[in-house]
Structures are given as C-alpha cells and as structure tokens.
C-alpha cells in the first residue's frame, strides 16, 4: 500500500519513507560501533604488546606469592592465582547469602513495624529507616570497621558465655566437631612434618611421645566432618526428604478432607531432632573446640574476622531499610477488603495474614526485593576497603596489581558479578512466576 | 450551640466524651497503649530511647571537645569534633587551597553559591524573575568549570588533582545528575525502539552496567581505559571518574524512564501518530511529559543513589569528603576517631540526601493532576 501511494506522489520522497530512515539510522549506529570497537580492540592490542604483557589466562596457574588470610578460606601463597579467586569467590558468595538473610529477617521486621498502630514503634522504625537509608553504605561499612578495629585487645576481649569472644581480630566461638579424627594418610603426614621442621617435630615428640605428636599433628588439620560423621548427615538429609514427603500429604489431605496437620512445628521437630537422636543412639562424637587464650591472641575455636563482620553488619542494615520499605508497601497494596472479607468468613487473624495479605502482597515484594538482593550481592564488593578478600580484592585488586593483567582480571570480576547477577534473577522470577497471579 | 439546645425542652444536652478518649490520654491509649502487645511494645520502645538517646547526647555534645589540635586535646569522654573543627578546610575543598598550584576558597565557595541560584529556579516555578535565572542556569556549568579550573580570564589554573571534599563529591553528584537524566531517557527511547539493533545495544549496554558493581567499572576505567586509546592521550582521573559515574547511573534511569514510558496507555502513542507529529515531537511534546511525571519518585531515588555512590571514588584514589575523612582517621593526631570523623561525614550525606527525598515527596503531590490509578 505504501509502495503504490510513495511511488505516485513524487520519486524523492523515499528520504521520507520510515523504513528507509530505520534502516539508515541503524546502520549509521552499527558503523559507529563497529568503529569504536576497532579502534578500543586495536589500541589496547597495541598498548599491551609495548607494555610486553601478553594477553590470555595462563597467569591463573602461577603462584599467587600473596596470603588470603582473612575469609573463610585461607589460601597460602604458594598456591596459584587461581586459587585465591576461589577463595574470593567463596568469601563473596558467602557474604552475600548472609547478608540476603539477614536483612531480609530485619527488614521483615521492619516493614511490619512501620505498620504498627503503635505511634512510638512506628516513628521508631521510621526514624531508623530515613537515617540508614539517606547515608551512603560505604560510609557506614567503614564507620563499624572503625568500631570492631577498636573493640578491646584479646586479652580483654568482651566475653559472651565463656564462649564468644569479641576483640579487635573479630568475634571468636566454638568450633564443631562431628566424629573422631580421621587417621591422615602417610604422605600427606610426611608432607606436613616437612613443613613444620626437624627441630619443632623433635619438641612435639618429646612433650607427647611418637604416637602423640602424630595425634597433635591430626588434630591440628582435623576436618568438621570426620570419621563416622555420616550418620547426622545421613540423618539430617532423610528428615529433610521426609518432611518434604509429609508436607506435600498434608497438602493432599487438607485438599481433599478439609483436615490440617502442623507441618512447621513437626518440620523443625524432625530435621533438628533426627540428627540428633541418631547420634546419641549411635554414639558419635560431637566435640565443642572452645577458643583459649594463650598469650597475647586466641587458640582453637573459629573465628570471624572483623572486616566481615562490618561488611555484613553494613551490608544487611542497609539493605533491610529498603526491604522494609518494600514490605510495608507490598502490604499496604493488598486492598483492605481483602482482610475484611476473610474475617467476615471467619478466618482467624494467623491464617488471614499467612493465607490471604501475604501471598497477595509478595506479587507486589518480589520484583524489588530481587533487585535489593542484586544490590547487596554487588555492594559486597566494597568489602575492599575493609580488608575483606572477595573477587575484588583478590583477582580484582592484588592478582591485577601483580600481573598486570588488567583486562582479563577485570572481565573475570565483571563476569562473577554479571552470572551472580544472572542467578539471582533466574531464581526469583522463578519464584515470582509460582507465586503470580494465575489469570484466565 | 448551648443556646439551641437549651430551646428545645425536653432535649438531654451534649456531654463531654468519656475522659479517656479525648485529649493526651485518648491519644496515648489509642495509639500506645491499644492492647497488651502494643502497651510491651511502647514500653521496649521507651526502654529503648531511655537507654540509648541520653548516652548519644551525652556523647555527642555535653562532654564532647570541640577544640584542639590533635586527639590528645580531647580530654573528656564524650566526641573530639576538634577533628573537623581542624581539618574542615581538606573535608570541604580537599588540597584545593594549598599550595603550589591552589587556588583561594572564594572560587569554589563562589560556584556553591552559583549553584544554589542555578538550582532553585529549576526546582521552584514560582520565582521571581524565573526565566533570567534560569538562563544563568544554562551558562552555570561553563562559569562553575572557569571558577574551579580557571587557567584563563585572569584565574589562576588548579588542577583536578587538588580537588577534593565535599567541592569533589558536589562536582561529581552535579554533574552525573545532570547527565544521566538525558543519556538515560535517550537509552530509554532506544530500548523501546522498533530498530533492532538500536534496541540491542541498548539493552546491552543497560544490563551490562546494571549486573556489574561500581566499584568494578571503577577499576576498568582507572586500569583499562589508558589502554583502549593511543599512547600520549591521558585522560584526567576524574574526567574518568565522571565517565563512569554517568554511565552506570543512567543504565539506571534508563530503567525507571522504561518504567513511565510502558506506564503511558497506547493511545496516547497512536494519538500523537493520528496528530502527525513526528517521533521525536510526540516523545517530548506528549510521552515524555506524563511518563516522566510518573516516575518522578523512581528519579529522585535515582539521584539520591547516584549521590551516595560518589563515595565509591575514593577506591581509585579520589578524594572526596569520605575518603578525606578517612585519611584523617589515619593520621597518628587523630587515630581512632572514626566514629567522630564518620558520623560528621554521614550527617552531611543526610542532609543532602533527606532534602532530595522531601522535595520529590513535594513535587509529587505539586503534580498530581488527579490521575493517579
């Protein structure tokens, strides 16, 4: 039709046919792109041949020659670049998941508490949420890493139960042992007795006996999970199997009787209190390692580091002020006749909440609560400044430094971040789609 | 009232309500004491501002030293605000006034005020002389850049380097703020696009800067960007800042934008197409208006989160008022003052932040046309 009516009216009216102009605009932006990238692409090859670096990913497998002390996985330095990113990769994984939970629990707290009738609890937590929302998050991790870093010296750290303790290394408990120490195998024994040395070897042999320095030497690289350690984790698995086995029955009764069995209670009951009959019947060892004080620091127990404990601290109140704001919304979004109507029909308060305003209020929550998790997941990269080895501080900051490589360092940060990124999506659309409105 | 009532006989005239419902104590048991839960609750809350709030002003200003010259002067329990009362010059303006090669305050001090007059007749439509304000708005920016640089018409030049302060976190809020809204709109409009590859590069670009941290588009520009031109051409440390700075928030405005445009019904589209006008008057002369309208609140936030992520300069070795803050925790005079120096720069984020959050409040209930669904 647009053919016939340009071709009639007059022959330069093609500069004004749209599809013309889409198709000139598009290549003009292609071309320039296009142009761009050969020129970044050709100047950076350039670049890094003067500067005598050579491109590619073959530096992950040479020493690191730096320490990952800090974290939850130490890396020594003669282990490879490669594996102080792992260790990055872990230490940000896990503070990402604990400071989803966390502030997803205070922010919960929150956005219910700025609902309250109650004038004081409601200015309380308003008050709370303007003040940690309106400050910069960086700022607030460095202002509780400059608190931990001045907690007491060890000698006289804040005690909890005798067996917390806070001082300035960060807060320190009691380590876990399930089963007995394994028996190490002799070259591993042999590798270890190499490292420490003659003379340190003779003191143990002398102060324990052959049989008894061997034991020590055990002890010291003992592992939370050792022999005989199977049976709690074998019964821990079968009460979470079970319990998932029961709730979908109940569902089905409930479904078709009308009948409701607890399955919350029973839940807990069964995935906590399985493992643990199983280990009293069978007598597995469950061994409390208690930090101790020996000279001027701690021995024994597990400990986390100061730098973490203000990374998640920061991370999770931060976030928990916009989750609580997205709560209280999703909530208020639920009309009022809603509550009303369930009420008219008898339900209790409990089930009106739990059955009717919440599920309807999550449609609202999901969607900006996946994009606070996606904004704790990448702010955790500030963990930089507090000394707290993530992807960024680890192959983002002292491999780049070391190597050189800046580009490839760069791009496998980016990359973590981008697939950090892509499966918290994937997961919570996944969700949102389960819990959405089903429509005609 | 009395009179009439007095009138009719007969009539019972008006009591007061029962005395509990009325006044202080109807309000105290309406909204703190309604039940047995909220009466704990009101009294974990009292407990609380109990406990902590006499401390915190305590701390603050009744025993807080205000004077000194390094920490050792502070003598009492409470703060040591000596900190900023000593080194207010660095967490304001950073080395811009030392010398060799600073310049005096008055230029920066005088681009403050600058920017509060190019500033408040963009925010306030009822201003005297709106629209000879609002052209010194436009020319703002170049007279701000001679007053800071200088380096000609009779002003000495200082070099980026030597800002720093809240002077280096204004420049970078302004100037992202002011960017990102017209880049972000026009990535917007791109990712709305019906030409596929405009739209492709756009959603590229977006998701991209949105699935990555700051802090890493940081270090790319600060270690990768000298690659990608050819030797000779060095790029300042904070015009690469800024790059990137405007970059990742507009991929972030571009969003909330998408938000108001799919938020504006298709008719409006096919009627500004049925009116003739072309793309780009019905985007500006009819989309655009209502959509951003909408959106208005998403902005703001926009803007307030743009403020708060100036702070991430510092991790490329800028010095903005954190990062000078956090270099004078550092030196030996002032060691161990972290909250003071911290909470100092916090309520200067605050105020800033908190004023940008009620204006949106503000301007939202200023536009609100009635339409809202």
């Known amino acids: 039709m647009s053919v016939s009516a340009s071709s009639e009216s007059s022959a330069g009216s093609w500069i004004y046919d749209p599809k013309v102009r889409s198709i000139f605009s598009q290549v003009v932006v292609i071309g320039l792109f296009v142009t761009l990238m050969y020129f970044i692409v050709h100047n950076t090859a350039v670049n890094l041949e003067k500067a005598g670096i050579a491109s590619g990913f073959d530096f992950l497998w040479t020493p690191a020659r730096y320490d990952v002390t800090a974290g939850f996985m130490p890396v020594k330095a003669t282990e490879t670049h490669w594996d102080a990113f792992m260790a ?24 219910v508490l700025r609902l309250s009738k109650n004038w004081l609890i409601n200015k309380l937590a308003a008050v709370y949420v303007e003040t940690i929302r309106n400050v910069p998050v960086l700022l607030q991790i460095l202002f509780w890493y400059g608190i931990f870093i001045l907690m007491p010296r060890p000698k006289q750290s804040i005690e909890f139960f005798d067996a917390f303790f806070l001082n300035n290394r960060g807060l320190l408990g009691p380590k876990t042992f399930f089963g007995d120490t394994p028996v190490l195998p002799q070259a591993k024994l042999d590798a270890m007795i190499a490292e420490m040395g003659e003379v340190k070897y003779n003191a143990l042999i002398e102060q324990f006996g052959q049989d008894g320095a061997i034991a020590q030497i055990a002890e010291s690289v003992r592992p939370v999970f050792g022999t005989g350690s199977w049976i709690p984790v074998v019964a821990f698995i079968a009460a979470v199997v079970g319990v998932l086995i029961y709730r979908r029955w109940t569902i089905k009764v409930q479904e078709a009787t009308g009948e409701q069995y607890p399955v919350f209670w029973v839940g807990v009951a069964a995935i906590i209190g399985l493992p643990v009959i199983f280990i009293l019947i069978t007598g597995t060892t469950v061994e409390l390692q208690y930090p101790v004080l020996k000279g001027f620091n701690f021995v024994g127990g597990s400990s986390i580091g100061g ?22 919304a999703g909530i208020l979004a639920v009309s009022h006749g809603q509550s009303e109507a369930a009420f008219a029909l008898g339900v209790r308060p409990g089930h009106t909440m739990r059955l009717v305003v919440l599920p309807q209020a999550l449609r609202v929550i999901v969607p900006p609560l996946t994009s606070q998790y996606l904004n704790l997941t990448k702010n955790s990269s500030l963990a930089l400044v ?37 499966l918290i999506s994937t997961f919570m659309n996944w969700y949102n789609s389960r819990i959405a409105l089903v429509e005609r | 009232m009395s009179d009439t009532t007095k009138s009719f006989e007969g009539w019972i005239a008006p009591r007061q309500p029962p005395s509990g419902t009325v006044g202080a104590v109807g309000w105290m048991r309406e909204n703190l004491f309604s039940s047995i839960g909220n009466s704990i609750m009101t009294i974990i809350g009292l407990a609380l501002i109990v406990y902590t709030v006499p401390g915190i002003i305590d701390w603050a200003f009744l025993s807080a030293d205000y004077t000194g010259e390094s920490r050792k002067d502070c003598t009492s329990d409470g703060a040591c605000w000596a900190l900023v009362a000593v080194r207010w010059k660095q967490l304001f303006y950073g080395f811009y006034s030392t010398s060799p090669g600073g310049g005096s305050l008055w230029r920066p001090n005088l681009a403050f005020i600058g920017l509060l007059i190019a500033v408040v007749p963009l925010l306030f439509d009822n201003v005297p002389y709106r629209r000879y304000l609002l052209l010194f708005s436009l020319v703002y920016p170049v007279l701000a850049w001679w007053l800071l640089s200088g380096g000609f018409f009779g002003l000495d030049e200082v070099s980026t380097h030597k800002w720093g302060g809240l002077l280096l976190t204004m420049v970078i809020g302004v100037v992202g703020i002011a960017l990102s809204l017209p880049i972000g709109i026009v990535l917007a409009l791109g990712r709305r696009s019906d030409m596929p590859a405009i739209r492709m590069l756009c959603v590229i670009f977006i998701e991209f800067i949105r699935g990555v941290p700051l802090i890493t588009l940081l270090f790319m520009a600060s270690n990768m960007l000298p690659l990608f031109f050819p030797e000779g051409i060095d790029l300042d440390k904070l015009v690469r800042a800024l790059v990137v700075v405007v970059a990742f928030s507009s991929a972030y405005m571009a969003e909330v934008v998408r938000g108001g445009l799919q938020a504006i019904p298709k008719g409006q589209y096919e009627a500004a197409d049925a009116m003739g006008l072309s793309f780009w008057k019905s985007m500006f002369l009819i989309i655009l208006p209502q959509a951003l309208k909408i959106v208005i609140p998403g902005i703001v936030n926009s803007f307030i989160g743009l403020f708060k992520d100036t702070t991430l300069v510092l991790v490329i070795g800028l010095f903005d008022i954190l990062g000078m803050a956090k270099a004078a925790v550092t030196h030996a005079d002032w060691i161990g003052l972290a909250r003071e120096a911290y909470i100092f720069v916090g309520v200067v984020y605050f105020v800033f932040c908190f004023s940008m959050s009620r204006y949106s409040i503000w301007l939202e209930e200023k536009l609100d046309t009635g339409h809202k669904r």
Not at chain 1, 95 to 101: I, K, N, S, T
Not at chain 1, 314 to 326: D, K
Not at chain 1, 391 to 409: D, F, M, P, S, Y
């Open chain 1, 88 to 111: 990055g990769l872990l230490n940000t994984f896990i503070v990402a998941v604990f400071g989803c939970l966390f502030a997803t629990i205070l922010g919960v707290l929150l956005g």
């Open chain 1, 307 to 328: 730098g973490f404990l203000a990374l998640w601290f920061a991370l999770s109140l931060y976030t928990a002020s916009f989750i609580g704001e997205i709560v209280r």
């Open chain 1, 386 to 422: 507090v000394g707290y080895p993530d992807v960024v501080g680890t192959i983002g900051g002292i491999t780049l430094n070391q190597t050189g490589q800046a580009v490839e360092c760069i791009v496998i940060t980016m990359a973590v971040y981008l697939t950090f990124s892509l």
